[in-house]
């Protein structure tokens, strides 16, 4: 059977590509290695009983238009926000911590409590992000003008450039301070509270193996406040079921709309043959499949199709040795637990549900704290004493736990993908995991024997499982040489390849990663453009 496009990954992007190229009459096939369609956007059984999100685990950058256009809502999918924001315990006495959230008069009363001068100060800063993010939004859906595209990237580029037209000058200086400057630097302007900063900071940090004082990261924390849920900008929340609830919807509608979503397909090669590029592919019975099409759309990190995938014969010398350095690592270690009963915090009594148990739980005292695990990190391969986020989405959905029980997201920073003198992450991985354990135990005493069963996600099992080459979860690392019209890299970030009718269409595009569908949407557009 012929097609006209093959996308090679059934990761959201790669779903969401799928279902625009078939709504516009291509006959489309999604090949995917793993069983389960979805990339790192999956909901699997890790226990018995218990179902969790495997990989990604929050929802709040799937862009609204991806959502109507694909018709997620009529396929299943319903995404609940968080009571409010953010839970930083501190302390062992009751009332210590700060929560971020529930309104702006709620967040100042707790910010107050540590900062008058801070309380104040937030809604401008608040006011910040949203002018500097609002600039962001305007070029989510931008093709980035792409270095010696012709006339097309001239017109891209003055795109870009009429978005930064009409804003006051002032904004543009914010503009680029939130592109350039550390978040620490950023933070430290604004605040004195390191409670309050260690809150903000946390984003900059999120899959960035960075200090929270790297110039650039305060663009990293940007990345994670231009979304929504539910029309409400900046929030996040559940999707009921999982992440997975959000994938299975885009693979509905991409049945409807006629794409055949092919499991269990692993591709070994890519070559173009002129006109057509042909893909090989390996079965899990040893079998293999040689496929052909006018067009392949790679939903792979860029690095793993020009460095392993692309025939030998094929790879430009320069280009193979781009790819070789593009930097590729979010140093993450992500694990889900079964628990018995919700954790007992020292500074939040109690076992029973309580707001502060359905917001992001973010250990982590302050920006110092984050340095501080960095640097450890960089010198021992992982940190002893790591930034961790909890989410226990058992809270707002009872379909993921027995009842009484309860499931839990750990996201856990900073642990490096290769570990330094020769050491294994197969050999290590139980002693990181007892690392983060012991963490959440000192804020809440009865979590490690609530523990029943714990499934851990090092770097290195995010790269075997989901493809994410070296455990980064981005696809690439969000620094500014990564960016917009450099993202993957100069010359690409148009989501076309050197290779006629070889595309990209992952997170390793505009603009980078989060479970948004921007990456497909964009890359489907300029694929039909050219058709």
């Known amino acids: ?31 995917e290695r793993r069983s389960v369609l979805g990339g790192a956007a999956v909901t699997e059984e890790f226990a018995p009983g218990f179902r969790n999100s495997t990989a990604s685990y929050t929802v709040s950058l799937l862009h609204p238009k991806v959502i109507c256009d694909l018709k997620l809502v009529a396929h299943g999918l319903k995404i ?21 959230g529930g309104g702006l008069a709620a967040t100042q009363a707790e910010v107050a409590r540590y900062s008058k001068r801070d309380a104040e100060r937030l809604p401008d800063y ?36 009429k978005v930064f037209k009409n804003l006051e000058l002032a904004t543009q200086r914010d503009v680029l301070d939130l592109f350039s400057l550390s978040a620490g630097d950023l933070l430290d302007r604004w605040f004195e509270s390191a409670p309050l900063k260690a809150c903000f900071g946390f984003d900059s940090i999120v899959g ?23 029309g409400k900008s900046g929030v996040w929340g559940h999707a009921l079921g999982g992440m997975g609830a959000i994938t299975q919807a885009i693979a ?30 390996e079965h899990e019975d040893g079998s293999g499949e040689v496929l052909t099409a006018p067009r392949v759309v790679s939903n792979l990190n860029p690095k793993l199709l020009f460095t392993c995938l692309l025939d030998t014969n094929e790879r430009d010398p320069e280009l193979t040795q781009r790819f070789d350095n593009y930097q590729c690592e979010s140093a993450t270690l992500r694990m889900n637990v079964a628990l018995s009963e919700l954790p007992d915090f020292r500074c939040a009594p109690g076992t029973q549900l309580q707001a502060h148990h359905q917001s992001g739980i973010i250990l982590a005292p302050s920006l110092a704290y984050m340095e501080r695990a960095y640097a450890e990190a960089r010198e021992q391969g992982w940190t002893k004493n790591p930034i961790v986020e909890m989410l226990i989405p058992s809270t707002v959905d009872d379909s993921l736990a027995p009842k009484g029980q309860q499931v839990a997201s750990l996201f856990c920073q900073h642990f490096r993908y290769a570990l330094p003198d020769g050491r294994s992450w197969d050999d290590e991985r139980e002693a990181a995991a007892d690392a983060v354990i012991e963490l959440v135990n000192r804020a809440a005493p009865n979590f490690k ?34 960016l917009f019209s450099a993202r993957p890299l100069l010359g690409m970030g148009d989501y076309r390849t050197p290779i006629r009718g070889l595309y990209l269409c992952g997170a390793g595009t505009h603009p980078g990663g989060g479970v948004t569908g921007i990456p497909g949407h964009n890359a489907a557009r300029e694929i039909l453009k050219a058709w």
Request: net charge positive; aromatic share 6%.
């Open 80 to 100: 609940v926000e968080r009571p409010f924001s953010n839970f930083l315990p501190l302390g062992d006495a009751p009332g210590q911590g700060i929560r971020i």
């Open 1 to 31: 059977m012929s097609y006209d496009a093959l996308v090679l990954g059934g990761g959201h992007n790669g779903l969401v590509c799928a279902c625009y190229l078939a709504r516009a009459g291509l006959k489309v096939r999604v090949l």
């Open 449 to 482: 024997a609530s523990v029943i069963a714990r499934q851990i996600h090092t770097p290195l099992d995010l790269e075997r499982k989901f493809g994410l080459v070296g455990g980064d979860i981005f696809h690439g690392k969000l620094s500014l040489n990564q």
């Open 126 to 161: 608040y006011a910040l992000l949203e002018r500097v993010a609002n600039v962001l939004r305007a070029m989510l859906l931008q093709t980035p003008p792409n270095v010696g595209g012709g006339i097309g990237a001239l017109l891209e580029a003055w795109k870009s450039a």
């Open 208 to 230: 960035n193996f960075a200090s929270p004082y790297a110039p650039g990261s305060a663009y990293v924390l940007l990345h994670h406040v231009f979304g929504e849920v539910n």
């Open 252 to 281: 509905a509608e991409a049945r409807a709309l006629g794409v055949t979503l092919s499991t269990d397909c692993a591709v070994s090669r890519v070559r173009p043959l002129g006109k057509l590029i042909e893909v090989q592919l």
